[in-house]
């Protein structure tokens, strides 16, 4: 079982930051994909940010929401990536749950979630 462990969730006020991180079992090659998605009360999860294998190109992915405020970044050698928010809005509010896609097995993985909030 793949086991994602996020931290950096928290409380904080409008305009803000806040820095997410997910770590993975393995390396950077153990994942074809890796990001975070997020769910706000009542409504579906979706995406927020991803980013691809080196293998792919480190090709990165992002909301509209979310384009030029946030940053996603990967470590240079572990399955760990982050998330720098910044100019955070009440409507970025929300459980942010990281992602990973088996670069062998193809399959989907998710991690627990950790909760933003941003007070106005």
């Known amino acids: 079982q793949v086991q994602l462990v996020e931290s950096g969730g928290g409380l904080v006020q409008v305009g803000g930051s806040l820095r997410l991180s997910c770590a993975g079992p393995?390396?950077?090659?153990?994942?074809?994909?890796l990001g975070w998605y997020r769910q706000a009360p009542g409504k579906q999860r979706g995406l927020v940010a991803t980013?691809?294998?080196?293998?792919?190109?480190?090709?990165?992915n992002y909301s509209d929401s979310v384009k030029g405020r946030f940053t996603i970044s990967r470590d240079s050698a572990k399955a760990t990536i982050f998330l720098q928010m910044n100019s955070l809005k009440p409507d970025d509010t929300g459980v942010y749950y990281c992602?990973?896609?088996?670069?062998?097995?193809?399959?989907?993985?998710w991690g627990q979630g950790t909760q933003v909030t941003v007070s106005s």
């Open positions: 980013i691809n294998s080196p293998r792919s190109g480190n090709t990165t």
């Open positions: 393995g390396t950077i090659f153990s994942f074809a994909t």
């Open positions: 992602y990973a896609k088996g670069a062998d097995t193809r399959k989907d993985y």
